[in-house]
């Protein structure tokens, strides 16, 4: 069994941290694929482990 994996790098642009790198990484079991996180309709269930990394 095998785990997917969606690595998202983006800029934080407002809040605490604005102008920081960021990382997010979003690990899905096989049932969904890995850019339906990022599609209009999203992850509508799964069991996932989500990391995120800001960093200044």
Same mark, same amino acid.
């Given at each position: 069994?095998?785990?997917?994996?969606?690595?998202?790098?983006?800029? *934080?642009? @407002?809040?605490?941290? /604005?102008?920081?790198? &960021?990382?997010?990484?979003?690990?899905?079991? !096989?049932?969904?694929?890995?850019?339906?996180? *990022?599609? @209009?309709?999203?992850? /509508?269930?799964?069991? &996932?482990?989500?990391?995120?990394?800001?960093? !200044?």
């Amino acid at each position: 069994m095998g785990v997917n994996t969606a690595v998202l790098d983006r800029v *934080v642009v @407002a809040g605490r941290g /604005k102008g920081s790198v &960021a990382r997010k990484s979003i690990h899905t079991l !096989p049932a969904s694929l890995p850019t339906d996180c *990022v599609l @209009a309709d999203g992850i /509508k269930h799964t069991t &996932a482990f989500t990391h995120l990394i800001i960093r !200044p």
